[in-house]
Each structure stands twice: as C-alpha cells, then as structure tokens.
C-alpha cells in the first residue's frame, strides 16, 4: 500500500557531524518537502522540490542540504553548521505544486544531537 | 506577532462535548489546510479549504475569508480525538503554520 516513510524513526548524533535522514514515497507523487518541528512552534519549511533534479530552499535552509535524484526519495541532511539540530523533522509529499495540494506526511525522525 | 494564530493552545473536553478549534491569519490566502498530529508524531490531513464549508464524519471545517478566520469543529468527540490540531494559511506559493491546539478528550 501507497506511503510515505521514514528512517530511523529516532537518531541520535554527536555534535558536529552530519547525518542523513531518508524518506521514501511510492504515491507517484511529484512534489516532496522537509519540514521542522520545535516545541510550541508552527512547521517551519527547510527545503522543497517540485520536480527531479530540481529543489528549491525553505525558510530555515541554512545547515542543511538535500538531493532529489529519484522522484521517490528526498533525503535531508543535517550538517555540522546547522546550530540547532535538536528537532523533529517531518517529510511530505504531494501530487504537484507547492503547497496547491493535500500533502501527505511521514512518520517524522526525531534528532537528538547530543 | 505569528501570521497564523490558533486558540485555544491547550483544550480539556469530556467525551461527547462539541470542541471548536480556532485559526486566525492576518494575510490573504488562496486556501486553508487542516492538519491532525498524533501523540506519535505522524500527521494527517483534515481538511483543505478555500470557501465556505467542509464535512468529513464528525469533523468539520469552515472559513469565512472577508474576517480572515477558520473554525474546527468536533461533533461527539471521543478520546481518539486527542492530539494536536493544526491549521495552515496558504498564500500563492508559501504556507504558514499554527503553532497547534492540543486536545484532550476524557472519558
């Protein structure tokens, strides 16, 4: 059945290195996202793309880097000169368009940078 | 001051009590999406809408566009309802979240 998921559901990492969270969709969606979530705080957009090949940067891009080289995964990954890692981190993915149609979310990956 | 306010941040109800969840934005807005996060995380698209009025079981979303405000409505709610209930203004290319409404239902 159709989804979106991702890996590892929790992760944990030393101050400094840079770590790759996966996500993987089989709806044929075209357009996917990353988002951020903090305590008390709305989503913040990190990075978006609509198409393969193609990506664009989020409000809060700075610290991290993306790659859409297959149109079913959009890996994130968080660099060492993110300075607040400490998050939830959610995926999404949608027919087309930004933000013009339902998103549908993943599971979520929460980092922990110790 | 936040582009997109939700009230209450927090909400207690009993089981079968009607709950309202308020979402206020302070820009223009082609469409509104309503979102429902799990104590776990995941989370669920409601609702999106652009005009007036939307049902889906026992949920349902409204919008009034000229006052720039948007209403969750539970009807018999239940403690599976609880989680976190969010809404997102959306603007051309760009979407705003709340911060989100906690609910919690109590048997």
């Known amino acids: 059945d159709g989804g979106i998921t991702q890996s590892p559901k929790y992760l944990f990492r030393k101050e400094g290195q840079n770590v790759t969270l996966s996500c993987e969709q089989n709806?044929?969606?075209?357009?996917m996202y990353w988002y951020r979530q903090d305590p008390g705080q709305g989503l913040r957009l990190i990075y978006y793309?609509?198409?393969?090949?193609?990506?664009q940067k989020g409000d809060i891009a700075e610290g991290y880097s993306v790659s859409r080289e297959k149109k079913e995964s959009f890996p994130l990954t968080v660099t060492s000169a993110q300075k607040n890692p400490t998050a939830f981190y959610l995926c999404?993915?949608?027919?087309?368009?930004?933000?013009?149609?339902?998103?549908?979310f993943g599971p979520g990956t929460r980092l922990l940078v110790l | 001051k936040n582009e997109v306010e939700q009230s209450p941040q927090n909400l207690t109800a009993q089981e079968g009590e009607f709950i309202t969840i308020n979402c206020s934005y302070s820009?223009?807005?082609?469409?509104l999406h309503w979102l429902q996060q799990h104590p776990g995380g995941g989370i669920v698209s409601l609702f999106m809408?652009?005009?007036g009025k939307k049902k889906h079981g026992r949920l349902i979303a409204t919008i009034n566009i000229q006052e720039k405000h948007s209403s969750l409505h539970i009807t018999a709610s239940h403690p599976r309802d609880s989680a976190v209930y969010i809404c997102?203004?959306?603007?051309?290319?760009?979407?705003?979240f709340g911060a989100g409404t906690r609910l919690t239902v109590k048997p």
């Open positions: 809408l652009s005009s």
């Open positions: 997102a203004a959306i603007n051309n290319n760009d979407m705003r």
């Open positions: 999404a993915s949608s027919r087309a368009g930004l933000h013009q149609e339902t998103q549908y």
């Open positions: 820009v223009g807005i082609s469409a």
């Open positions: 709806l044929n969606h075209d357009a």
């Open positions: 793309s609509q198409i393969v090949n193609d990506f």
